[in-house]
């Protein structure tokens, strides 16, 4: 029989992602040889091959950034291959964090000849991740 699902994708970056699922219900009376993982390109239609795997587990490590992907297994073992367990539905091969938009522009809160004390708005978007710090930059008017 095919590998038990759902399929587990997980670590999911701009370049590729973990996928991982249990062992068949029924290994037809045949050890489990090895597993075929394949990929499908939502953009071009096609199915390629990310690798073969011992084990219920495999690391995809060629994904373009921005594309969509399903993903396909198979169990292989003397008499055959399995019928594929398919993913539930498809990833976008993007990082968990991007950079966050810019704050608001400073005002200028207080002032003398030797200093500025400035206040600003935190970003609309942290792009995911905590802000955990800011860069001022200064231009000295002549």
């Known amino acids: 029989g095919p590998p038990e699902g759902p399929m587990d994708i997980t ?3 701009k370049n590729g992602c973990k996928i991982a699922w249990k ?4 290994d ?5 040889e090895h597993y075929i993982v394949e990929k499908y390109d939502t953009d071009t239609g096609i199915w390629s091959l990310v690798g073969t795997s011992p084990t ?7 994904l373009e950034p921005g594309k969509e992907y399903e993903f396909r297994v198979r169990a292989v073992n003397s008499e055959g291959e399995s019928d594929n367990l398919k993913s539930l539905r498809p990833i976008i091969a ?4 991007t950079v966050p938009l ?13 200093h500025m004390d400035l206040e600003w708005k935190e970003p609309i978007d942290d792009g995911g991740s905590p802000i955990t710090g800011y860069i001022i930059e200064m231009k000295v008017r002549h």
């Open 23 to 26: 062992p068949p219900k029924d």
């Open 11 to 13: 670590g999911i970056h």
């Open 94 to 97: 993007k990082d968990p964090f």
């Open 102 to 114: 810019p704050p608001s522009a400073p005002d200028v809160v207080d002032w003398s000849e030797a």
């Open 28 to 32: 037809g009376g045949c050890p489990i």
């Open 56 to 62: 219920c587990d495999i690391q995809c490590k060629d």
